[in-house]
């Protein structure tokens, strides 16, 4: 295959990452990237105007495997050998020579200090070190478990990370453990549960795809290595002899992050490390401050343990702030999935006494489409919010103008305590009739 043809990849359209927002956007963004040896994607450098970004998962057919070091910093810049760059704007494929060397080393050119959002695919399998080294605007990212080679110091600099979106594959090896461990300010995780079943054909692709002309390229079970990429990807490799070939619709990268649904809601607190120095004797004790320590280790095997998780929220409630411990309580509560009735009374009971905070929060899950309305009107329903309790959520969303969620929360009230009301206005005994026919 040529250079040429190893190279083109229509950029312009991707993925949205804005996780309450899945729609297809169009931007212009360079991607300069190389071939490995095993015919897979290595992406070198990332530069784009704009802040959110989902990279693509196949190149002309070819998986995206690996993210180089430094990918996203400004650090390393310097010479990019036998490397490729396309050019959304003009769309041109250029090799990189020491001529436009010169202009991809601009400061201005790279993405580094823009990067809000990052999205990462899921054939990734490796991020290099440092890869998004002071990227001090990145807020989110969305990426699989799969991608289980992080290298050292992915997320330096990164101090404002407060989102993870993580596509997690049940029984097999997670990156989950790794990632969470290497953002050690607060955090809100959302924790999907991958598909198991094979991904559908990609949109624009035909039954017989050998004669689908939208088809760019196809790959042969020899050009990739099935025992690397994740499994939904394995179609036709390692299989018995004969089989045909995958076909991807390599133009549409968009049909490949499909949504999974959503498992926990999760709040990591935040942690850090207090170095303590004994002098004579030359011994240090490193002490870790905060919950998050705790949080971030409740796993086996690198498979998560949410009953673990439930059964710190002890030391939350002692160490961490107010804020933080509702919403965390909140959390489990909307997404109760293997919440137990004994760690599902201790969140209530911190809720009980902190209702104004609690309404605030919920008005944030909800004006952040992280909650629908029924989820709100069925926690503003729940045993443990009593009419007292209804009518300071009431007040809060008054003083915080918000006339939908004041609407939800007087209805509920309503419906809950109609007989309580009418006891106080003197309604509740029958109504005379004031004429018959």
Same mark, same amino acid.
């Given at each position: 295959?040529?250079?040429?043809?190893?190279?083109?990849?229509?950029?312009n359209?991707?993925s949205?990452?804005a996780?309450s927002?899945?729609?297809?956007?169009?931007?212009s963004?360079k /991607?300069i990237?190389s071939l490995?040896?095993?015919?897979s994607i290595?992406?070198?450098?990332c530069l784009s105007p704009a802040?959110?970004v989902?990279l693509?998962?196949?190149?002309?057919?070819?998986p995206?495997?690996?993210?180089?070091p430094?990918?996203?910093?400004h650090?390393?810049?310097g010479?990019?050998?036998?490397a490729?760059i396309?050019?959304?704007?003009?769309?041109?494929?250029a090799?990189c020579?020491?001529?436009?060397?010169?202009l991809?080393?601009?400061?201005?050119?790279v993405?580094?200090?823009?990067?809000?959002?990052?999205?990462l695919p899921?054939t990734?399998?490796?991020v290099?070190?440092?890869?998004?080294?002071?990227?001090g605007?990145?807020?989110?990212?969305?990426?699989?478990?799969?991608t289980?080679?992080?290298?050292?110091?992915?997320? +330096?600099g990164c101090?404002?990370?407060?989102n993870l979106?993580m596509?997690v +594959?049940?029984?097999?090896?997670?990156?989950?453990?790794?990632?969470?461990?290497n953002?050690?300010f607060?955090?809100?995780?959302?924790?999907?549960?991958?598909a198991v079943d094979a991904?559908e054909?990609?949109?624009?692709?035909?039954g017989?795809?050998?004669?689908d002309?939208?088809?760019?390229s196809r790959?042969?079970p020899?050009?990739?290595s099935?025992?690397?990429l994740p499994?939904?990807?394995n179609?036709?490799i390692?299989?018995?002899?004969?089989?045909e070939?995958?076909?991807?619709?390599?133009s549409?990268?968009?049909?490949?992050y499909?949504?999974?649904?959503?498992?926990?809601?999760?709040i990591?607190p935040e942690?850090?490390?207090?170095s303590k120095?004994? +002098?004579?004797?030359?011994?240090?004790?490193?002490?870790?401050?905060?919950?998050g320590?705790?949080?971030?280790n409740?796993?086996?095997?690198t498979?998560f343990?949410i009953k673990r998780?439930d059964?710190?929220?002890?030391y939350?409630?002692?160490?961490e702030?107010?804020e933080t411990?509702?919403e965390?309580a909140l959390?489990?509560?909307? +997404?109760?999935t293997?919440?137990s009735?004994?760690?599902r009374?201790?969140?209530?009971?911190?809720?009980?006494?902190h209702?104004?905070?609690?309404?605030?929060l919920l008005?944030?899950?909800?004006?952040n489409?992280?909650i629908?309305?029924?989820?709100l009107?069925?926690?503003?329903?729940d045993?443990?919010?009593?009419e007292?309790?209804l009518a300071?959520?009431?007040d809060t969303?008054?003083k915080l103008?918000?006339?939908d /969620?004041?609407?939800v929360?007087?209805d509920v009230?309503?419906?809950?305590?109609?007989s309580?009301?009418?006891?106080?206005?003197?309604?509740n005994?029958?109504?005379?009739?004031?004429?018959?026919?």
């Amino acid at each position: 295959m040529s250079k040429r043809l190893s190279c083109i990849y229509t950029a312009n359209r991707i993925s949205s990452l804005a996780f309450s927002r899945p729609s297809i956007y169009y931007i212009s963004m360079k /991607i300069i990237f190389s071939l490995k040896k095993d015919n897979s994607i290595v992406i070198r450098r990332c530069l784009s105007p704009a802040g959110d970004v989902a990279l693509p998962a196949f190149i002309e057919g070819r998986p995206v495997t690996e993210l180089a070091p430094y990918a996203f910093s400004h650090s390393e810049l310097g010479v990019y050998d036998n490397a490729f760059i396309f050019d959304c704007d003009e769309n041109t494929v250029a090799e990189c020579t020491a001529e436009n060397e010169a202009l991809l080393n601009k400061d201005e050119e790279v993405i580094c200090d823009r990067l809000l959002s990052i999205s990462l695919p899921k054939t990734l399998l490796k991020v290099g070190r440092y890869c998004f080294y002071n990227c001090g605007k990145l807020k989110s990212v969305k990426m699989y478990s799969t991608t289980i080679d992080l290298g050292f110091g992915m997320f +330096t600099g990164c101090n404002g990370v407060r989102n993870l979106d993580m596509t997690v +594959t049940e029984g097999r090896r997670s990156s989950l453990n790794d990632v969470l461990v290497n953002i050690r300010f607060p955090l809100k995780l959302t924790y999907r549960e991958a598909a198991v079943d094979a991904p559908e054909e990609a949109e624009g692709s035909s039954g017989n795809a050998a004669n689908d002309p939208t088809l760019t390229s196809r790959i042969a079970p020899s050009d990739i290595s099935g025992d690397l990429l994740p499994e939904c990807y394995n179609i036709g490799i390692g299989k018995a002899d004969g089989l045909e070939p995958m076909l991807l619709n390599a133009s549409d990268n968009s049909a490949l992050y499909e949504k999974s649904p959503v498992k926990y809601r999760l709040i990591f607190p935040e942690y850090y490390e207090n170095s303590k120095e004994n +002098t004579p004797a030359r011994i240090t004790v490193r002490d870790m401050q905060g919950s998050g320590y705790m949080y971030r280790n409740c796993f086996a095997n690198t498979m998560f343990q949410i009953k673990r998780y439930d059964s710190l929220f002890a030391y939350a409630e002692a160490l961490e702030p107010e804020e933080t411990v509702c919403e965390l309580a909140l959390c489990r509560l909307e +997404t109760p999935t293997d919440l137990s009735p004994e760690a599902r009374e201790k969140y209530v009971a911190y809720l009980k006494l902190h209702a104004p905070k609690l309404t605030e929060l919920l008005i944030r899950h909800y004006e952040n489409d992280e909650i629908s309305m029924d989820t709100l009107r069925g926690i503003a329903s729940d045993d443990f919010v009593t009419e007292d309790y209804l009518a300071k959520m009431t007040d809060t969303a008054v003083k915080l103008k918000k006339p939908d /969620i004041l609407s939800v929360l007087m209805d509920v009230r309503h419906e809950r305590f109609k007989s309580q009301v009418q006891d106080e206005k003197g309604e509740n005994a029958p109504k005379k009739r004031r004429f018959s026919l």
